[in-house]
């Protein structure tokens, strides 16, 4: 079992640059993907971002390439979503997600373990 916990989402002016963090507990995230997806109201889920714990190796959405950056500080367990340049269109519920991913890391259906969500709202 993996427990995830975000933090960092909240109330942000468009062109802010927050930072959201995923604390992993439970086992080694060692072979594991994780990966970011976002929900605004109204609309699916979808993926945003994912990197595999033990290559480093990064996916994105293309509308946040260039934008936003995955990483992971395998020390504290945690992998962070630094967003930059945030637009409106930004605002989500932003859920982290952790599975042994064969290939379709943009799949939310690959990921076994999921956090409760942070709330990202854009808006001046």
């Known amino acids: 079992q993996v427990q995830l916990v975000e933090s960092g989402g909240g109330l942000v002016q468009p062109g802010d640059s927050p930072r959201l963090s995923c604390a992993a507990s439970g086992r080694t995230l060692s072979g594991y993907a994780m990966g970011w997806f976002r929900q605004a109201p109204g609309k699916e889920r979808e993926f945003v971002a994912a990197?595999?714990?033990?290559?480093?190796?990064?996916y994105y959405e293309d509308s946040v390439k260039g934008r936003f950056t995955i990483s992971r500080d395998n020390a504290k367990n945690t992998v962070y979503l630094q967003m930059n340049s945030l637009k409106p269109e930004d605002t989500a519920v932003y859920y982290c997600a952790a599975g042994w991913v064969a290939s379709a890391v943009s799949s939310g259906r690959e990921y076994d373990y999921w956090g409760q969500g942070t709330q990202v709202t854009v808006s001046s």
């Open positions: 990197i595999r714990w033990s290559s480093g190796n990064t």
